[in-house]
Structure formats: structure tokens, C-alpha cells
């Protein structure tokens, strides 16, 4: 269902995505890793996604840009996506292609969307993030870069309280610890739509001739 509000109600006009029925819980956190989350969020680096080689790069992101391309139809708006996506996924020590799925599943891809319990942008954060690792203003959020970087460092979090158990870790994101439907939803999704493996279009490098003595 969508619903659009009033730019005076949010400052800008929302699709109100609501995916799967839970969300991010507050929980107490120790002061050590609200700081690590808070320094890693500040990080102003230029975008640097890693590829194993130029024709990597060159395959993933044409091989992306056709799978996103119906979702963000103008294509400078989705080539930055989807290396931001890449770039903020490997920082954060995430498979970069189960983020696509986790965004698809929050979101559709839809940088303006709010859920009905409030959570904002492509990878749904609830505003209370904001209160713990920046400055208290959720408007923030419907930034993509920000958004996708709370999302990430939010799931890496997670994986870290669950010692690397994704399912765990996506019942988190979702306030559905326990339950296995909103990981099997994201699973699906990587499965289905975002699931990659390159292979190179070059022919292999013949080995070395022996030399006879």
C-alpha cells in the first residue's frame, strides 16, 4: 500500500514501505562500541569499492546496473548506488550482494521510503540510531550514502553480537530474533535477483615452457 504525506509533515514526500511487520530494537550499548559505530560512521573517505580487476569491475557493474535498472530507471543516480552499495558493504566486512537483497526486501530500492513504525530510507534505520551515533536528526537518514551506511554498520553490529550468525543477525535487523521469515525473505531475494559470480571473459594464461638444460 503506498500513502503519501505532506512535505510539511517530513520535509519531503514518502512512500510508506512497510515489507515485513517488525523492526530495529533499541537496546543498551556499551560505550566502546558506541564510539567504534560513531567513528566508523564519521569516515569521509572518497567511495573506493574493490574489484579483483578492471574487467571485474567492468562486469559487475554492468551485471548490476541491468538488475537495478527498472527500480532506478536514471543511470548516473544508479551507477552511484550501486557502488556505494559495494563500497559500504565491503567496509563494513558484508557480502555486498546480500545488501542488495536486504534493501530490496526494506525498501525497493526506494531512497524516500518510511515504514509505519518510522524506520527511514533504503535499508529502513530506525531513527533512534541517530540519537546514539550522530546528531539526534532523522532527516538524515533519507540521505542514501548515510542511510546505507547506518544499515551496514547496524548488520555488522549485529553479526557481532551473534558471533557472524547471519540468521540471527538479520532477525536483529528486522526485531524479529528467532523467527526465520525475514531471512528467508532476504535469502530468497539474493538467491532469485542478486546472486554473482564472475567469469572472466579472458582466456587463461598459458604457463611457462619448460626451458631443457
Known sequence: MRVW?????????????????????????????????RTALGDERPLNPIFDSTEHRLDWLAQMSRRLARRVPHFGQRIELIKLIRYEAQ??????????ALIEVESNFRDDAVSSAGAIGLMQVMPFWTDLLSNGRPSQLFDPRVNVRYGCLILRHYLDIERGN????????????????????????????????????????????????
Open 91 to 100: 567496509r563494513a566486512g558484508l557480502d555486498p550482494q546480500l545488501v542488495f
Open 5 to 37: 504525506l505532506s512535505k510539511a509533515l517530513l520535509g519531503c514526500v514518502v512512500w510508506l514501505a512497510d515489507p515485513v511487520s517488525a523492526s530495529q530494537q533499541y537496546e543498551p550499548m556499551a560505550d566502546n562500541v558506541r564510539l567504534a559505530l
Open 166 to 213: 547471519l540468521d540471527r543477525a538479520l532477525g536483529r535487523y528486522n526485531g524479529s530474533l528467532g523467527k526465520m521469515t525475514y531471512p528467508n525473505m532476504i535469502y530468497d531475494r539474493l538467491d532469485r535477483n542478486w546472486g554473482y559470480r564472475f567469469v572472466s571473459a579472458s582466456p587463461p594464461s598459458k604457463p611457462p615452457k619448460a626451458v631443457k638444460p
